[in-house]
């Protein structure tokens, strides 16, 4: 496979890339993964590399601020085949063209040895320093790769530069077909030194790693011996180790090291024992380690970026502290739910016929403000119904404030489209909200069918709140209560935060009983709100609508602002019944229709 290698002045500068034919590519000290960031030498964007079948070709850009150098000459726009590099700075660069191929099982290798983790515990550094100087890179080498191809060549860079006696590194994935049959897949390698020629790792070593779940040492040719090559995987290999990267997010993976006991490094001949490599293989089960614990919290954490879409901050935190199981399992619960009604879409869907996908945009924002104020005040969303969404307070754990959140989250609602009306050309302008809050006992968790279920709550209570949000058109006003839900923010909640309006007694469309129902009301100090003299007003002027007075009803509620609708729905009953109540009136209204 055509690669191109870049080799700085130290071991640990180094990466190689893999080259896509055609495709164009800048190199620079900040060109993305095609970055040479050690090189103050190189430009942000110094040239442009291009694969053309068998050759490379690389044009000096005009923003470089230093020559390319091709066998000692300087060059602007040249070409170079493989096994040819060029020069920017102190960085090599080299255009390779070899692959590497696991083949059938191989020779049997000359040496063999497993290393248990008990034995290696038991293994000194010589070199301790330099071990832990690239071990402590390794967060970073997890934490700093965007893909999965760039944790790859990160990892096996560092694994080259904590072992410098290794020819080659690789890392391998193991995956059984469904006849049982094991394949390998090199899944990234380098080799320290361009030698030319394939990479072959062991088959056989690579599985004996696996199996035994330990690391497993091959020497195929002894220190002093002549290498014939009968046993001797290839001419950058007189030893092999595979180490077995363990856990769920590494599953088949394998760290491969081979090198030669007369490196191209200069190294000296080390003896024939096998356990002169057991610092390296040491080493190499660490980094293992490592990586296998990165790479799952990693994988841990985008799992909790994954499920957040689907559950709330509340819920989340509650699985993180006990046994999501039991956290999910439906229970009963005190709760407050509301609901909340876009207003205004049918409207809107018709003006907007042409412009579908902008509509949905601005339904979007618009269910955003609702599901974000109830998430910012910790509630859970329990459920979407069209253009309406549902959240509640009270589970997973206890909420003491619940009906103190919910006001918030309902007052912020509000204001946010209030504001929205105010303000020409906003894309929530043509909207408004209705919302109705109820508390009591319901069913929380885990709800739903054998095919399909969601996080919700489930009762009497949820039925409420939905027709108390339905009531909001009848009545005019953006948010009701039902009575233990008023009765729990008169006691508990400041004035400063929320306040409370009895608005009338009624009975729900297809139900005998009725329910006492309150309006959400903001502070006073609040712009354009009613004064608690003018609240105070309306509560007596609805008491005596109850009681039957109804001139008297209808004189004290004249002192309530014009601008208030709520009052209209009382006047106007009175005026449909003539100003004289019903001889069977009990202080009730009964509703038409449920919104």
């Not at 200069?266 to 980094?287: C, H, I, N, Q």
């Not at 007003?537 to 004189?555: D, K, R, S, V």
């Amino acid at each position: 496979m055509p690669d191109l290698i870049a080799q700085g002045p130290r071991p640990d500068q180094r990466w190689r890339r893999a080259l896509v034919d055609g495709v164009p590519t800048k190199l620079g000290r900040d060109a993305g993964v095609w970055s040479v960031p050690w090189d103050q030498r190189i430009s942000r964007h110094h040239c442009e590399i291009r694969l053309r079948g068998e050759e490379l070709e690389v044009r000096r850009l005009d923003s470089a601020r230093n020559p390319i150098f091709v066998s000692g000459r300087e060059q602007q726009q040249f070409k170079i085949h493989p096994s040819d590099h060029f020069v920017i700075g102190e960085t090599t660069f080299t255009f390779v063209v070899d692959r590497a191929q696991v083949g059938r099982e191989g020779p049997a290798p000359l040496e063999e040895q497993t290393f248990s983790a008990q034995y290696l515990q038991r293994v000194r550094y010589r070199n301790a320093e330099q071990r832990l100087e690239v071990l402590s890179r390794m967060p970073e080498v997890i934490s700093g790769a965007t893909t999965d191809a760039e944790l790859f060549v990160r990892l096996v860079n560092l694994v080259l530069s904590g072992i410098p006696r290794a020819n080659v590194v690789a890392l391998t994935n193991t995956v059984a077909d469904a006849a049982g049959i094991e394949h390998i897949q090199v899944l990234y390698w380098d080799r320290r030194l361009h030698s030319g020629g394939d990479f072959q790792p062991s088959r056989r070593l690579i599985l004996e790693a696996l199996e035994r779940e330990q690391s497993v040492l091959h020497v195929w040719n002894t220190a002093g011996s002549t290498g014939s090559g009968n046993f001797t995987m290839s001419d950058e290999a007189d030893w092999a180790f595979a180490t077995p990267i363990s856990g769920e997010a590494c599953k088949g993976w394998t760290l491969y090291v081979a090198g030669r006991y007369h490196g191209h490094a200069g190294l000296a001949a080390t003896p024939s024992d096998p356990t002169d490599l057991r610092e390296d293989v040491k080493f190499a089960e660490l980094v293992a380690a490592l990586v296998a614990a990165l790479r799952q919290t990693e994988q841990f954490r985008k799992r909790q970026a994954v499920l957040s879409n689907f559950f709330a901050p509340a819920v989340m935190g509650a699985m993180q502290s006990a046994d999501p199981e039991l956290v999910l399992t439906p229970r009963e619960a005190d709760v407050c739910v509301m609901f909340c009604d876009l207003r205004g879409f049918t409207r809107t869907a018709q003006r907007s016929a042409d412009d579908l996908l902008g509509l949905l945009e601005r339904v979007s924002r618009a269910l955003g403000v609702m599901t974000h104020q109830i998430l910012e005040q910790g509630g859970v969303l329990g459920d979407f119904h069209g253009d309406a969404a549902m959240g509640f307070w009270g589970w997973p754990l206890v909420q003491e404030d619940a009906v103190d959140r919910a006001c918030r989250a309902a007052l912020a609602v509000r204001r946010e489209f209030e504001l929205a009306g105010r303000t020409p050309g906003h894309p929530l302008a043509d909207f408004r909200m209705g919302m109705g809050l109820a508390s009591g006992r319901a069913v929380a968790g885990r709800i739903g069918t054998v095919d399909q279920v969601k996080v919700t709550v489930f009762g009497p209570v949820v039925n409420l709140a939905s027709r108390l949000e339905g009531m909001t058109k009848l009545v005019q006003s953006p948010i009701l209560l039902d009575e233990p839900t008023a009765a729990a923010v008169r006691k508990r909640v400041p004035a400063t935060t929320a306040r409370v309006r009895r608005v009338a007694r009624v009975r729900p469309y297809g139900t005998d009983g009725h329910v006492e129902i309150s309006e959400l009301l903001p502070p006073a100090d609040e712009p354009g709100q009613m004064t608690d003299e003018q609240v105070r007003q309306y509560e007596e002027g609805l008491e005596q609508f109850i009681a039957g007075q109804w001139t008297e009803a209808l004189e004290t509620l004249h002192g309530v602002p014009a601008r208030d609708r709520v009052k209209d729905f009382l006047t106007v009953f009175i005026a449909q019944h003539g100003r004289t109540p019903p001889q069977d009136w009990d202080g009730v209204i009964p509703l038409s229709s449920k919104g």
